[in-house]
């Protein structure tokens, strides 16, 4: 495999948060979700977002708090980016490709990030949940994206 083919055969593969990690690291999504409402949501369900499922604070930031112009900006660090940029999605799977174009379209200048250097990223992540997206992660009752 030449290096043209292998670079974009790591294009190709796709990640997504994945919300069984922080169960496995015995922290609340709730919690890491939280900074990320908006003021409104914040208000809305502080009482309860500690009983709110997953499925249903991606199902928020994505139906309102993804809309506001600053929920994605130039000045956050990638990773802060990537997280923001799954849940506008609705933690539906993307490819390094997509997240890269994606990634750009959040930068001021030029924007420069090879496939392999996000997938390091992605693949380094110990806070986020950062996964490479397979069949067995969106099992039946596994399903970490809203669609």
């Known amino acids: 495999m030449n290096e043209q083919t292998a670079e974009k055969t790591i294009g190709e593969v796709s990640y997504f ?4 990690y922080f169960d496995n690291a015995n922290r ?3 919690t890491i979700i939280r ?3 908006c003021s409104k949501c914040q208000q809305r369900m502080a009482i ?3 009983k709110q499922t997953p499925e249903k604070l991606l199902s928020t930031v994505k139906d309102c708090c993804s809309k506001l ?8 660090p990638v990773s802060e980016k990537l997280f923001r940029i799954f849940l506008t999605s609705g933690n539906r799977p993307l490819k390094v490709t997509e ?5 750009a379209d959040y930068s001021t200048g030029s924007f420069s990030l090879s496939d392999l250097a996000l997938r390091r990223l992605l693949d380094g992540d110990q806070y986020y949940g950062f996964s ?3 069949i067995s992660n969106f099992e039946v ?3 970490s994206s809203i669609g």
């Open 69 to 76: 112009a600053d929920f994605i900006t130039p000045k956050m």
């Open 132 to 134: 490479q997206y397979s």
């Open 35 to 37: 900074s990320r409402l």
């Open 141 to 143: 009752g596994k399903d």
């Open 48 to 50: 309860e977002l500690e």
């Open 99 to 103: 997240l890269i174009t994606k990634l």
């Open 17 to 20: 948060i994945d919300l069984a």
């Open 28 to 30: 609340s999504f709730g």
